[in-house]
């Protein structure tokens, strides 16, 4: 197998469904009309509701959703081989991902961009909406400390990663101050995207001078400052730095995987791994559970994640300029993220099965599984550093990447420079998911505390909005300044797939309301469905044999009573869900349809 074949079908089969499956979603079981205003144009405050260009909502949503989760899931799920990957990457993608973020940015428009468990609330009863409430706002804390983590990590002592990550806010500012006062998108996108390669290009300058050394940080300094920056993400008007800053980030990513699959194309690696392995009834280095249902927990985004919500139901609903742009940005960039993560996939099975299994695996695994490295010490070499028992999926990627780039001629003696390129590269991936997310947060702590503070809820209040995006960066800031977030981080799969099957249950409740046929319904149903029944297994699957089983080296009593509540929320939710589909499929469907264009804007 050579990875040519899996981009060429890949890419075919996306383009497929985004014109097929995606226009489906839109003309017959959304119905989108754009003879209607947006929330956007509603409630155009200039602070958070603020009209936007297409592309720049696309940018903004791709680089808010596209975090760690597209680049290090797949290459983690690598261990049971190439084949289950692909296949949930592209399944999951096309039946559930890019089905749930289009059908949750449509149900948070249709409730004026409210957040998702206040969607909930109107949709399946106030129970299920303060259990959606709940489940969210820890998930987002985790979400957000544990990806700050990944960039504490890639920016320690680093910089050039320093200097290049943070000049992409003012840069990012001056060109949402520019297009606003002139309109001017591509003057604002040239200079601005010209403006952060240079940067990235002068960044290893820097180092070894004075500037560098006052730009280099140890994990606590950073720990404090990046919850400052978050605060300023969150609370100024998107408009200046959160929605150019996203824009910009997505032509780097989207350029670096662009580059990825040319580099595929003009190399055409082969696929080291078999279609399976040994690890795939359980039992490996890296995932110890089985393929099924943890192929699919390990693999979030890039085929379906419940972090999405967060973003269907933040910033973006506040953005869309047309009804009709839900396709583009909803369903389009979920099947760009799918393609990013395969390539992801593709970077890590061309590495030889020894060499992924001794970067990801700590040196007494790797002892204990009876392999050999191949081009270990070539690679680490010509990087610059160790790469043994580096786990956690990032190194491994910018291994691949690097090993792919530089067997095209021109580039063979660039490889410690793409390999921090790419550490660089993913830093900024999990940066733009940090600003949105501190913002979905600000967002659900006015939607969830504003019950009880009511001048809370108001999002066109300064102090309001002040006071929200504080606590938020306080409480995640918290968590990351103390590293209590790292003994509950296996908790994020589970309770992050939980996240997108509340999502689908809500899709499921708007489109059984608004949908001319009943059985347009099963486009949510059956994703929702096989989800689940997978983040159940998972679950009890995690308390039995890690968390509660005191001769696991992962016991936790505090993590298995967190996976308990989780699970729980979930039930809780199911059962309020399928009692209210009970109570609307008594009624009529075109009784629904003509309510809902009623009791929604």
Not at 43 to 60: A, M, S
Request: proline share 4%; net charge neutral.
């Amino acid at each position: 197998m050579n990875a040519i074949t899996i981009v060429i079908g890949s890419i075919c089969i996306l383009l497929i469904v985004y014109r097929l499956y995606g226009t489906f979603m839109a003309a017959k079981v959304l119905k989108l009309d754009d003879s209607k205003p947006t929330p956007a144009h509603k409630l155009k405050d200039g602070q958070d509701y603020v009209p936007t260009n297409k592309w720049v909502t696309f940018g903004h949503h791709f680089a808010a959703i596209a975090a760690a989760g597209p680049l290090v899931g797949p290459i983690l799920a690598a261990q049971f081989g190439y084949l289950p990957g692909l296949l949930w990457l592209l399944i999951g993608a096309v039946v559930g991902g890019a089905v749930h973020d289009m059908v949750v940015l449509f149900a948070s428009m249709r409730r004026d961009g409210k957040s998702l468990s206040e969607v909930a609330k109107e949709e399946l009863g106030p129970v299920a909406g303060f259990c959606t409430g709940l489940a969210m706002l820890f998930i987002i804390t985790i979400t957000m400390a544990g990806l700050s983590l990944v960039v504490l990590s890639a920016l320690e002592r680093n910089p050039w990663g320093t200097f290049a990550v943070g000049i992409t806010i003012p840069i990012a500012m001056g060109v949402g101050l520019y297009h606003k006062k002139t309109g001017n998108l591509k003057v604002a996108t040239i200079v601005g995207f010209g403006l952060i390669m240079a940067a990235i290009v002068f960044g290893p300058n820097i180092q070894g001078t004075a500037f560098g050394d006052l730009l280099t940080f140890e994990k606590s300094t950073l720990a404090l400052i990046l919850p400052i920056y978050a605060f300023f993400a969150a609370a100024l008007p998107v408009w200046l730095l959160l929605a150019p800053r996203d824009y910009l980030s997505t032509f780097m990513k989207i350029g670096v995987f662009a580059a990825l699959i040319l580099g595929v194309f003009y190399v055409n690696p082969a696929v080291q791994f078999p279609a399976f392995t040994e690890f795939i009834n359980g039992g490996g280095p890296i995932i110890a559970g089985p393929v099924w249902p943890f192929i699919s927990i390990t693999i979030a985004c890039g085929a379906i994640s419940g972090f999405h919500a967060f973003v269907g139901s933040g910033t973006t609903p506040k953005m869309i300029n047309r009804w009709s742009d839900i396709k583009g940005v909803a369903f389009g960039a979920m099947l760009v993220e799918c393609l990013v993560a395969i390539m992801a996939l593709i970077a890590a099975v061309s590495l030889q099965p020894g060499d992924y299994f001794a970067i990801n695996s700590t040196p007494e695994k790797y002892a204990t599984l009876g392999m050999e490295t191949v081009n270990l010490d070539k690679l680490s070499e010509e990087v610059g550093m160790d790469l043994e028992g580096r786990t956690g999926g990032a190194v491994t990627l910018a291994v691949g990447m690097t090993y792919i780039f530089t067997e095209i001629p021109i580039f063979e003696k660039m490889a410690s420079y793409f390999y921090q390129f790419v550490i660089l590269f993913e830093a900024v991936f999990i940066l733009t998911a940090i600003d949105s997310g501190t913002r979905v947060s600000r967002y659900l702590i006015q939607d969830f505390l504003g019950d009880f503070i009511k001048p809370l809820k108001r999002t066109d209040s300064l102090p309001a909005n002040i006071f929200a995006s504080a606590l938020a960066c306080f409480i995640w800031g918290y968590l990351l300044f103390s590293g209590d977030i790292s003994s509950i981080w296996a908790l994020f799969g589970v309770s992050n797939q939980l996240m997108a099957a509340i999502g689908l249950i809500v899709g499921a409740t708007v489109v059984l309301k608004i949908a001319d046929k009943r059985w347009y319904m099963l486009t949510c149903l059956v994703p929702l469905a096989y989800l689940y029944v997978t983040v159940n297994v998972a679950g009890y699957w995690m308390i039995t044999n890690v968390y509660l089983n005191t001769e696991n080296a992962g016991y936790s009593v505090l993590n298995g009573i967190l996976s308990i509540i989780m699970l729980i929320l979930g039930l809780v939710i199911i059962i309020a869900s399928i009692n209210k589909w009970t109570q609307l499929w008594k009624i009529p469907q075109t009784v629904l349809v003509e309510r809902s264009k009623t009791e929604a804007s």
